[in-house]
Nanobody, 111 residues
Framework: QVQLVESGGGFVQPGGSLRLSCAAS????????MAWFRQAPRKLREWVAG???????NYADSVKGRFTITRDNTKNTVYLQMTDLKAEDTAVYYC?????WGQGTQVTVSS
């Protein structure tokens, strides 16, 4: 059973940057699609970004041009680089592969 552990969340001012990390256990990481979701207070979870094993990426329109998903298969880790953060990016961010979700990491953007 794959396990995912996110880190890197925190408090940042508008316009700032953060990089989230998601470390995956198991030997199938390199052949797995990886994704980031988020859930803001009183809102439904929403998909943010995804990456295929061969490096193809996709982004939600709300983060396109500001967020970048990458992966390091040697470290079984996927990253989400977030720049030009806005208050509406405040949420708990989850790393996901298949039906497996991490525990989430809180990102708060506020002045």
């Amino acid at each position: 059973q794959v396990q995912l552990v996110e880190s890197g969340g925190g408090f940042v001012q508008p316009g700032g940057s953060l990089r989230l990390s998601c470390a995956a256990s198991g030997s199938s990481f390199s052949i797995s699609n990886m994704a980031w979701f988020r859930q803001a207070p009183r809102k439904l979870r929403e998909w943010v970004a995804g990456m295929t094993p061969n490096g193809q990426t996709n982004y939600a329109d709300s983060v396109k041009g500001r967020f970048t998903i990458t992966r390091d298969n040697t470290k079984n880790t996927v990253y989400l680089q977030m720049t030009d953060l806005k208050a509406e990016d405040t949420a708990v961010y989850y790393c996901v592969t298949g039906s497996v979700w991490g525990q989430g990491t809180q990102v708060t953007v506020s002045s």
